[in-house]
């Protein structure tokens, strides 16, 4: 290719390019007008750790920023006291919560409280995010549906690669055989009898729209969402509606059969996030994210604010500790905790708005954000 060609090429990638809008300032996260609050759950008497006999309120039903340098105190207070707290509160199990003395407030108005963390969603290299967020069902009654299925007297189960039967025995259904090496690393192998593809080849020849069931498994979120939306069958605008979430949070690029454990730790901490939101019926929870935005690019940032906002519209409570400025100038309560790190930290630093945080000078928080964002304004 020409030099001058590359160049342009080059020029053009780069100019339709995330980083250099956002650089150039043409791609940017608004700044919110600030929801109004009047219920929260006030923990009384902190002291795990470094924490100093703080009363804390969180606010219900908006998204509240818990900041603060390392070491000034947030894992301890959200982490080791609020979440065990809650969740003992409303019935679940945790593990033993941190000093305080008492939780008060409007408990009631919520019914349960999630910490949406970055380990993986499943163990078994069989668990895959379309399993996860339950749209594998709907598959596979679609294609047990097909004409040559219904011939052939296959049931729903022959499509899954979990239960025998469809599946290809030889590698039960993943795929690949693992090899045990002496004095070396396991080896994973191609499964010679269904070179990959997971079934038995007269299950694979059962198609749907000229898709097999390794086909659909093959495809990215948003491929299958386009590949099921030409069809408007009921069972079709199923599978679109478990599938839209993970397009939602921004992992549309992953592949339905992508094994769970091949997942990074902000993709499975997404799919997590996919799955609250593809349940209608999950609203009055109390949502805990530990730094959801590590590893983001800034585009993703703006998409998974869009996906909290609408945990929150549903009737939620969002509380992240965060270190980014555009998750902090999104919230609509900032606790900020410091003013340093280990025993010079655990103090309440601010309570309030980002508007009044860029105010508060003994906040470093609030400095780094005045100096990140300027004045935030309307
Ligand atoms: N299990 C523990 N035993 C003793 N001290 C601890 C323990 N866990 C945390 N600390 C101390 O308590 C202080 C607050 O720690 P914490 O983990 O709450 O900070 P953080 O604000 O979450 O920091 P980071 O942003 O780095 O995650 C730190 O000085 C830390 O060293
Ligand atoms: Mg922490
Ligand atoms: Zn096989």
Redesign the pocket.
């Known amino acids: 290719m020409p030099l001058k060609i590359i160049a342009m090429d080059f020029k053009n990638n780069i100019y339709n390019s995330y980083t250099l809008k956002y650089l150039l300032g043409e791609e940017q996260i608004p700044v919110p007008a600030r929801r109004k609050w009047n219920n929260y759950i006030e923990i009384i008497g902190a002291r795990e750790?470094?924490l100093k006999n703080l009363n804390v309120r969180f606010p219900l039903n908006v998204m509240t920023v818990v900041t603060?340098?390392?070491?000034?105190?947030?894992?301890?207070?959200v982490?080791?006291i609020l979440y065990p707290a809650l969740k003992k509160y409303y019935g679940g199990s945790a593990e033993q919560t941190g000093k305080f003395d008492t939780l008060k407030g409007s408990m009631h108005l919520a019914h349960d409280i999630e910490f949406v963390d970055q380990n993986p969603i499943g163990r078994s290299t069989r668990s895959n995010p379309v399993t996860y967020i339950k749209a594998f069902d709907e598959i596979r009654q679609l294609f047990a549906g097909q004409q040559l299925a219904k011939q052939m007297n296959f049931p729903a189960s022959f499509f899954s690669f979990n239960t025998p039967g469809g599946r290809c025995e030889e590698c039960q259904g993943e795929g690949a055989v693992t090899v045990e090496m002496q004095f070396m690393a396991d080896l994973t192998l191609e499964c010679e009898s269904c070179h990959g593809k997971r079934f038995k080849t007269d299950v694979l020849e059962v198609q749907y729209n000229g898709a097999s069931i390794y086909d659909v498994l093959e495809m990215t979120v948003n491929q299958a969402i386009e590949f099921f939306s030409t069809t408007k069958g009921t069972i079709e605008k199923r599978i679109v509606k478990r599938l839209q979430p993970l397009q939602d949070v921004g992992v549309g690029y992953l592949k339905l059969g992508q094994s769970s454990s091949t997942l990074s730790g902000g993709e499975s901490q997404r799919v997590k996030l996919a799955s609250f939101l593809g349940n209608e019926k999950q609203n009055s929870t109390i949502f805990v994210f530990?730094?959801p935005t590590t590893g983001l690019h800034f585009h993703d940032i703006k998409t998974l604010l869009v996906a909290l906002n609408a945990l929150i519209y549903r009737g939620n409570t969002v509380i992240i500790?965060e270190?980014n400025p555009e998750i902090i100038k999104s919230a609509d309560h900032v606790i900020d905790?410091g003013p340093e790190?280990?025993?010079q930290?655990?103090e309440i630093v601010f309570e309030g708005t980002p508007e009044k945080l860029i105010n508060c000078k003994r906040s470093y928080t609030g400095q780094f954000l005045k100096a990140k964002l300027g004045t935030i304004s309307r």
């Open positions: 750790n470094n603060g340098v390392s070491g000034s105190g947030k894992s301890s207070l982490g080791k530990d730094e500790i270190h905790l790190g280990g025993d930290g655990g």
